[in-house]
């Protein structure tokens, strides 16, 4: 079973990483880390570097394909080489899935037209502007299309893809064996729990990236 994440500079590096996790642990699994050319991928950070062991051309058809988010997916959804990759690897794919704005880019390929999506909750409203329907769920599964919403969101979706792929019990396993048991200390992990002055922090923080991207062009 072939299973393809791009990644990119700019990239979440928890999008790609958390469903790697999970899904390189599915028996008969071979995750590949593939991009426009192989090399290393700067995350949004610039603290860490993911490498592409593989271009898109090298592996056409996968049976998965996952598609993480970061600032440096905007690039992504104007990228035709990037995009006809999508397009072409998802008519015969098993699954087509995306985390956080991951999804934008599948919508830009005119993957989530007319389907139920989720994306990182800042960029839900982008997605209707790509003919799809933005939802408020961790994930969202429409037919062999899954997307999840924010960087650990993708944790969840690949438990479920994981399933799909093999049956309960192996994805139960798979949780037990990475011990994902999510207690976190605050309860402000999505906007309908979060008070608006710390969703005020996030807006900020989004902005100042957005002002340091278009000035660096």
């Not at 994306?119 to 999840?148: D, H």
């Not at 999505?190 to 900020?204: D, F, G, H």
Request: aromatic letters at 6%; one cysteine or more; hydrophobic letters at 45%.
């Amino acid at each position: 079973m072939q299973i393809a994440i791009p990644v990119f500079d700019r990239m979440t590096a928890l999008d790609a990483i958390g469903p790697y996790e999970v899904l390189s642990r599915i028996p008969g699994a071979k995750v590949t880390f593939v991009a426009s050319e192989t090399g290393p991928k700067r995350a949004d950070t610039d603290m860490l570097s993911v490498n592409a062991d593989a271009t898109l051309a090298d592996i056409p058809d996968p049976d998965v394909i996952l598609i993480g988010g970061g600032y440096g997916s905007r690039a992504l959804m104007k990228d035709q080489e990037m995009l006809d990759w999508v397009r072409t690897a998802h008519e015969t794919s098993q699954w087509t899935t995306s985390v956080c704005t991951g999804a934008l880019v599948l919508a830009a390929a005119g993957i989530l037209d007319g389907l139920e999506a989720t994306t990182y909750w800042l960029e839900l409203e982008t997605l209707r502007q790509f003919g799809a329907t933005p939802v408020s769920k961790r994930f969202v599964e429409q037919g062999k299309v899954i997307t999840a919403a924010g960087v650990s969101a993708g944790i969840d979706m690949a438990l479920v893809l994981a399933a799909r792929l093999t049956n309960d019990d192996v994805a139960k396993a798979i949780q037990l064996g990475i011990e994902y048991d999510p207690q976190p200390p605050f309860d402000t992990g999505s906007p309908a729990k979060a008070p608006e002055q710390i969703q005020e922090l996030v807006r900020m923080a989004q902005r100042a990236e957005e002002q340091t991207m278009t000035a660096s062009g």
